[in-house]
């Protein structure tokens, strides 16, 4: 089993950058393909990005693509979403996941959140 704690989250004007963080717990955190997601209020939870327990693959949606970068230290078992250039409509509760191996969209494990406002 996998504990995850997103970190990093807050106010920021648009434009602006923030980094979450996520940190795992257990031993076995190179296993996992990890995934950001992200829901809005009023929408439904969407994926944002992705890595592979490797971290030699990364996947993200259109909208966050050349702004949003995801990446892991497996030394310190934590997966980061570095996200730059934000806007109004990134405003949302971000949520970290894990999955066994492979980033499948539908992760076993999930953080409890970290809200993320964007101001114009």
């Known amino acids: 089993q996998v504990q995850l704690v997103e970190s990093g989250g807050g106010l920021v004007q648009a434009g602006g950058s923030l980094r979450l963080s996520c940190a795992a717990s257990?031993?076995?955190?190179?296993?996992?393909?990890m995934e950001w997601f992200r829901q809005a209020p009023g929408k439904e939870r969407e994926f944002v990005a992705g890595?592979?327990?490797?971290?030699?693959?990364?996947y993200d949606t259109d909208s966050v693509k050349g702004r949003f970068t995801i990446s892991r230290d497996n030394a310190n078992n934590t997966v980061y979403l570095q996200m730059n250039s934000l806007k109004p409509e990134d405003t949302a509760v971000y949520y970290c996941?894990?999955?066994?191996?492979?980033?499948?969209?539908?992760?076993?494990?999930w953080g409890q959140g970290t809200q993320v406002t964007v101001s114009s």
């Open positions: 890595i592979s327990w490797s971290g030699g693959s990364t």
């Open positions: 257990g031993r076995t955190f190179w296993n996992y393909a």
């Open positions: 996941a894990a999955n066994p191996v492979v980033v499948t969209r539908s992760p076993v494990y």
